[in-house]
């Protein structure tokens, strides 16, 4: 990667299969390090800048969502400095962590956890004393994707369940829900705190490991129709939405009404006589929104599979974790382009690559 002019600090990049964490310098693209043998399997990534520690939520032993297989249960705290694992939090009897949050304001971790044994909801943690301190259930059998406002409320959606559920930090109650017909994916908060954006309905998703593609089934009448929602903070209402042709995934809300979103873009899966190892992926996209009136502004072209995205400051670059390739795609805004690319755990038929997380 060649050198550029980001905002100075580091990029912490995960992958769920080589179970790694990369250290990457903003300026250069230059690989600072590695942590290796992470438990399985990391994924979401938050930071806490007063301590300079990162916690890393490990969901699955193995697999992906809604399979029958080992739910993990800890959160990994990283020396952002030494880049090394000081500590490894044991959220037991919750399980399947997928995201996680530091609220600076609270001194809160806060993750959301899948449904075993009757334990589901959101668990917030002693950043601390690293102890629970509750457990808040929600009405959907699991927690996924989060969204938060600091001192305030945290915004939660369930994948396949129709509706964002709304947790109060402050009482530690269930506040409330907003419908999204067809369930949802992720979700974020502006960095200002006035909105939260979400990606509705869940992508429908047929997933084959082994090659390494997202298949997706025809669509089908009465469908509901791919958004992105915007929802005032203070009414937990939807205000507004764009609608798309293809089902986005990932999202992300950056500063002065900027918001990113990632579409997988994927294909139909062919006949039973097809090769799937040897089926081209198709690429995906980075969709850029002004929320002011919730238009598409560009589009840039990325790797298969983009999940995670985080951008600068300064709306100046976004940086697209790619699960197939096990690359994080660096893109230029202002220039609609992709001018990078960042190895993670490029290679091998699924790469994983996750979370990401950005260390002024």
């Known amino acids: 990667m060649t050198s550029t002019t980001y905002t100075a600090g580091t990029l912490l990049v995960s992958s769920s299969t080589a179970k790694n964490l990369d250290f990457f310098d903003l300026r250069s693209g230059r690989k600072l390090g590695t942590i290796t043998d992470l438990l399985a399997e990391p994924h979401e990534i938050a930071y806490d800048a007063g301590r300079r520690r990162a916690y890393i939520a490990h969901t699955y032993r193995h697999g992906v969502y809604d399979q029958d297989v080992p739910k993990s249960h800890e959160i990994t705290v ?108 992720e979700i974020d908060a502006a960095p200002e705190g006035d909105f939260v954006y979400a990606v509705t309905p869940r992508m429908p998703v047929e997933v084959d490991l082994a090659s390494g593609h997202f298949f997706r089934p025809e669509p089908q009448p009465g469908d509901p129709v791919p958004r992105i929602v915007k929802i005032d903070v203070e009414t937990n209402a939807v205000i507004d939405e764009i609608q798309f042709g293809n089902h986005q995934m990932g999202i992300r809300a950056g500063c002065d009404g900027r918001v990113y979103a990632s579409s997988m873009n994927n294909r139909v899966r062919p006949g039973p006589e097809a090769d799937l190892s040897a089926l081209p992926r198709t690429d995906g996209v980075l969709n850029i929104l002004d929320a002011t009136d919730m238009s598409l502004v560009g589009t840039v072209t990325v790797d298969a599979l983009p999940m995670t995205i985080r951008v600068s400051p300064d709306n100046a670059t976004a940086w697209v974790a790619s699960l197939a390739t096990g690359r994080v795609a660096v893109v230029d805004v202002a220039g609609r382009r992709r001018i990078a690319d960042l190895d993670n755990n490029a290679g091998g038929s699924y790469g994983g690559t996750h979370g990401m997380v950005l260390v002024p």
Do not use: F, Q
Not at 82 to 94: C, K, L, M, Q, T
Not at 139 to 145: F, P
């Open 78 to 185: 990283v020396n952002v400095d030494d880049r090394a694992v000081e500590s490894v939090i044991d959220i037991a009897p919750y399980h399947a962590p997928h995201d996680v949050e530091y609220d600076p304001e609270l001194d809160l971790i806060i993750t959301g956890v899948e449904n075993l044994a009757g334990r589901r909801g959101v668990v917030l943690i002693n950043a601390t004393t690293h102890e629970i301190e509750a457990g808040i259930a929600t009405d959907a059998r699991n927690c996924h994707w989060l969204a938060l406002v600091p001192g305030r409320k945290v915004y939660v959606t369930h994948k396949e369940a129709p509706i964002i559920s709304v947790i109060d930090l402050v009482g530690r109650r269930l506040e409330g829900s907003i419908e999204v017909p067809g369930g949802a994916e």
